[in-house]
């Protein structure tokens, strides 16, 4: 299944995130995902896997992001993205977070940081400047669609003011703990389609590093998991097609990778996904706080 976005273009409503993800295991991983019938790959530069990613596609079209330092470079990190994937032009190619850095040269992705240790911001660059160098992207036929990360809605409300061509997505953070109801309402309203990012509230990976705690231990998700003979995952991915946003769970395993597309055989009751909004906590479990040595989202 996919969704229409205000590009023309279609894009499948799941897909698989690559963070994280060992560069030894990512061929068998993409050649097991290909099989079980998922189109919709979400790379970026910051995950220093694209080389790994792009020769298990080879030959299929995927997507990419944008790196923070990046933000100058926007033509140069493009074509670097579009080498190391081996691909002719991306399908979707995404500002990763809505703030210049230091620029540290096309292809790295450490976060520059000053010396008190805090996120060293390029107050030169604005993401207006940005959002140009990323449409000029597509009249160069680099990219298909553009769209934006992590953006709140003040942000994607200026973005929607200067574009020419207009944000096709925003990927965010979104899960039963985290729902942000009113961002992905605007979006949908203005024709951005809402990527959730960490759609199973982080789980392990977001547990490991930042020392949250998942939705999916959640009762409410529990108890509907047994009610429809699925997964707490399987739900919370479901719930999210509901709102009709698109999911990207990461998982290395192949029972997971199987199970996270086994979401469109069953569909939640209007009763069961006021349930499931009930457990909203705005509960953010990615805190990149944490290595920026800034919260971004104050």
Known sequence: MATTLNSGFKMPIIGLGVWRMENKDIKDL?????????????????YQNE?????????????????????????????????????????????????????????????????????????????????????DLV?????????????????????????KIKPAVNQIETHP????????????????CVTAHTPLGGATANTEWFGTVSCLGDPVLKG???????????????WGIQRNTVVIPKTSKLDRLKENFNVFDFVLTKEDMELIKSIDRKYRTNQPAKFWGIDLYA
């Not at 030959?59 to 990046?70: K, R, V």
């Not at 703990?177 to 951005?192: A, E, N, T």
Request: charged letters at 25%; glycine letters at 6%.
């Open 224 to 238: 509907l998991a047994e009610k429809y003979k699925k997964t707490a995952a399987q739900i919370a991915l479901r």
């Open 51 to 135: 080389a790994e990613v792009g020769e298990a596609l080879a030959e299929a079209i995927q997507s990419g992001l944008l790196w923070n330092s990046d933000h100058g470079h926007v033509l140069e990190a493009c074509q670097d993205s579009l080498k190391k994937l081996r691909l002719d032009y991306l399908d979707l190619y995404l500002i990763h977070f809505p703030v210049a850095t230091k620029h540290t040269g096309v292809g790295t992705t450490a976060s520059a940081l000053d010396e008190d240790g805090v996120l060293a911001i390029d107050t030169t660059i604005s993401l207006e400047t940005t959002w140009r160098a990323m449409e």
């Open 30 to 46: 993409i050649f097991n995902a290909l099989r079980i019938g998922y189109r919709h790959f979400d790379c970026a530069a910051d």
């Open 177 to 192: 703990y985290f729902q942000r109801d009113s961002l992905v309402k605007f979006c949908q309203k203005h024709g951005i």
């Open 139 to 163: 009249s160069k036929g680099l990219v298909r669609s553009i769209g934006i990360s992590n953006y709140d809605i003040f942000l994607t409300r200026d973005c929607l003011a200067y574009s």
